[in-house]
């Protein structure tokens, strides 16, 4: 079993930065890819990126390339995601989960409670 207890979100003005915190409890963090994922109100949940375990494999939705970085830290079980130029439309809960690989929420077993990201125009 993993928990994932996730720090950080807010309210932004457009064009600002958040960074997000997912702190994992348990000694096996380093055996699983981690992922961030978001959901907006009435859509469903989307991929947003994902660092391979050791942390040199990562992988990013188009929509947000060049904008957000993910990274870990195992000693810390700690994952991070730094979301720059923030746009209104990255409005969304934003949810850390820990799974086998890819971009697929179907792959990832444990999830994040989730926290609120607004970006006012």
């Known amino acids: 079993q993993v928990q994932l207890v996730e720090s950080g979100g807010g309210l932004v003005q457009a064009g600002g930065s958040l960074r997000h915190s997912c702190a994992a409890s348990?000694?096996?963090?380093?055996?699983?890819?981690m992922g961030w994922f978001r959901q907006a109100p009435g859509q469903e949940r989307e991929f947003v990126a994902t660092?391979?375990?050791?942390?040199?494999?990562?992988d990013y939705a188009d929509s947000v390339k060049g904008r957000f970085t993910i990274s870990r830290d195992n000693a810390k079980s700690t994952v991070y995601l730094q979301m720059n130029s923030l746009k209104p439309e990255d409005t969304a809960v934003y949810y850390c989960a820990a799974g086998s690989a890819g971009s697929s929420a179907s792959r990832y077993n444990y999830w994040g409670q989730g926290t609120q990201v607004t970006v006012s125009s």
């Open positions: 348990g000694r096996t963090f380093s055996t699983y890819v």
């Open positions: 660092i391979s375990r050791g942390g040199v494999m990562k």
